[in-house]
């Protein structure tokens, strides 16, 4: 007999919801839906969260209906509710974690609460659920850069994080700057395609003793390019240079840092997740100087390197694996800036 976990996830600009059956740790999909705010915000350069959240209000409930007739499932057949409770953007975490709150009060179901990071985190579980540890875990996604150490499903050690910017923050940024939509990520990594001048800019903490990133550095060092040279950002040649050099500096810092790390513990595997892991240069890079060291590289899909509620009901799954005990609603609360715990 399995278990089925039905999540929520609504942190930032994507409405999501999806069915898994679990098995003694073993987690199959059987839904996984997303409605993306992302056309809202195209030309804002960011979520604005009191429109991401009215979004969501629209939003979720036919997501949530849509994941459950997926999944061929209905309430009834539903053993918990998981939600994700942070971190993210208090309004949009609040839709979320009040409806999920809401179905439990009406159906009786308990409610397991879930940290995005650890939903990322773990989502390179999800198709290789024998990944070997220990595993080291970059983490790159719009508000978070974290390098994670993973002994086991239960073993998780944060060993930096950024100290100012996320990645995928700092790209979209670089993106407003050149007039180009939201999010950045996608286009820059685009427009660097035809770039072929590299302005050599910083590698912030690259040699630093530590784990930890800086962007804010590498953001501000694109902005006085562009002003001191007076650069016309209305050139695509201008546009494509720009991000070439800027993508080339990110990526060597995550690169670097990363295999250090994977070095230092003798990880076996290097796992990337968030949308910034979306980024093909990205994934060659890391996946050359990962064979270098002979450890293996998994990245999940892209829909899945994204926010999504999938990796919120693996995460669920591996918590309740992992001996947690499910809880009422009157229990749930957000935390919008909670670390990964
Ligand atoms: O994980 P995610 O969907 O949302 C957060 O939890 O933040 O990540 C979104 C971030 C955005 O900053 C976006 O610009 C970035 O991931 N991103 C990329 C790429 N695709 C998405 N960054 C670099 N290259 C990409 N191809
Ligand atoms: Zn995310």
Redesign the pocket.
């Known amino acids: 007999m399995s278990n089925k976990i039905l999540s929520i996830e609504t942190s930032?600009d994507e409405t999501a919801a999806a069915v898994v059956a679990f098995n003694r740790g073993k987690i199959k999909s059987l839904s996984n839906i997303i409605a993306s705010q992302a056309a809202l915000f195209k030309n804002l350069g960011g979520v604005v969260p009191e429109a991401a959240a009215r979004a969501h209000v629209r939003k979720i409930l036919p997501v949530v209906r849509k994941a459950l007739n997926d999944a061929k499932t209905r309430l009834n057949d539903i053993s918990y509710i998981a939600v994700t409770v942070g971190p993210g953007l208090s309004p949009s975490l609040l839709v979320g974690s009040e409806f999920a709150k809401g179905l439990s009060y009406a159906s009786g179901k308990k409610l397991i609460p879930v940290n995005h990071m650890l939903g990322?985190l773990y989502s390179g579980f999800i198709a290789n659920p024998n990944l070997k540890l220990p595993a080291i875990n970059l983490i790159v996604?719009?508000?978070h850069t974290y390098i994670v150490l993973i002994e086991s499903r239960k073993k998780i050690k944060v060993l930096g994080q950024t100290v100012d910017d996320a990645a995928?923050?700092a790209?979209?940024k670089v993106a407003k700057m050149l007039g180009l939509p939201y999010?950045?990520?996608?286009v820059?990594?685009k427009a660097a395609i035809a770039g072929k001048t590299d302005y050599n800019f910083p590698r912030p903490m690259l040699h630093a003793k530590n784990f930890n990133f800086s962007f804010a550095g590498l953001k501000t060092a694109v902005l006085y390019k562009i002003r001191d040279e007076k650069l016309s950002v209305k050139s695509s040649k201008v546009r494509a240079d720009i991000c070439y050099s800027f993508q080339n500096a990110a990526i060597d810092v995550l690169v670097k840092k990363t295999i250090t790390a994977a070095q230092k513990y003798k990880a076996k595997t290097i796992i990337m997740s968030?949308?910034?892991a979306?980024?093909k240069m990205l994934r060659n890079k890391m996946k050359n100087a990962a064979k270098k060291i002979r450890a293996g590289l998994v990245v999940p899909e892209f829909s899945l390197c994204?926010?999504n509620a999938l990796m919120i009901a693996n995460a669920a799954a591996i918590k309740l694996h992992n001996g947690f005990k499910p809880i009422t609603y009157k229990k749930i609360r957000i935390n919008p800036v909670m670390g990964i715990k």
């Open positions: 930032c990322h996604s719009g508000g995928g923050e790209f979209d999010p950045g990520g996608p820059v990594s968030g949308g910034v979306a980024n994204t926010d």
